[in-house]
């Protein structure tokens, strides 16, 4: 069973850079055609994708996010890493780190098998 | 404001039926497929439907996915109080490059 676990500050301060880590057991990260996740949900609003990397090292990313985000993979350690600068309070929110499926066949086909339970990130002075 | 739109609230009575819908373009659900995730507060979000009416292993027949055009909808039959949740809806957007999902839809069971 794969499982998926966030870790990282809870708490930021505004202009700096939020660092979450996201750690993979029970299954191999260089497998198949899984893509590595970040999606966070601000308090009362909806989920929003942050970007995703593949082993390689390949990355897409959220374009509204893009030039604040930097996803990077440890293959050797099983983990993924998120890094997003000059955070503001609209930051605040629960980030998720998920395995994604992406491939195509008659279309482009992207769903997420396996979640981590999220951590909640505060940003403030 | 999400590309992909979804009813922001849906209620039915237990043991009855319900639909949401989730609405884009061409560029995402009109040539790629859908998937929906079913949210309890406090939990990580659970994958039930890809590939637009695939269901996972282990989620119940009531739970069905469609798509024509460019629009997806979710079903849920025989309503049950634990169904009680917020559905998202989620896609790949080729102009894009990036992962969408819907805004959202609160389920609550009368």
């Known amino acids: 069973q794969v499982q998926l676990q966030e870790s990282g500050p809870g708490l930021v301060k505004p202009s700096q850079t939020l660092s979450l880590t996201c750690t993979v057991s029970?299954?191999?990260?260089?497998?198949?055609?899984?893509?590595w996740s970040w999606i966070r949900q601000p308090a009362g609003t909806g989920l929003e994708w942050i970007g995703h990397i593949y082993p390689t090292g390949s990355t897409n990313y959220n374009p509204s996010l893009k030039s604040r985000v930097t996803i990077s993979v440890d293959t050797s350690k099983t983990q993924f890493s998120l890094q997003l600068r000059s955070v503001t309070a609209a930051d605040t929110a629960v980030y998720y780190c998920?395995?994604?499926?992406?491939?195509?066949?008659?279309?482009?086909?992207?769903?997420?098998?396996?979640w981590g339970q999220g951590t909640l990130v505060t940003v403030s002075s | 404001q999400s590309v992909l739109t979804q009813p922001p609230s849906v209620s039915a009575a237990p043991g009855q039926k319900v639909t949401i819908s989730c609405s884009g373009s061409s560029s995402n659900i009109g040539n790629n497929y859908v998937s929906w995730y079913q949210h309890l507060p406090g939990t990580a979000p659970k994958l039930l439907i890809y590939?637009?009416?695939k269901r996972l292993s282990g989620i119940p027949d009531r739970f069905s996915g469609s798509k024509s055009g460019t629009s997806a909808t979710l079903g849920i039959t025989g309503l049950q109080t634990g169904d009680e949740a917020d559905y998202y809806c989620g896609t790949w957007d080729s102009s894009l490059s990036a992962v969408l999902f819907g805004g959202g839809t609160k389920l609550t069971v009368l």
């Open positions: 998920a395995r994604g499926l992406y491939y195509y066949d008659s279309g482009e086909t992207y769903y997420f098998d396996y």
């Open positions: 590939e637009n009416d």
């Open positions: 029970g299954g191999s990260i260089t497998s198949g055609s899984h893509y």
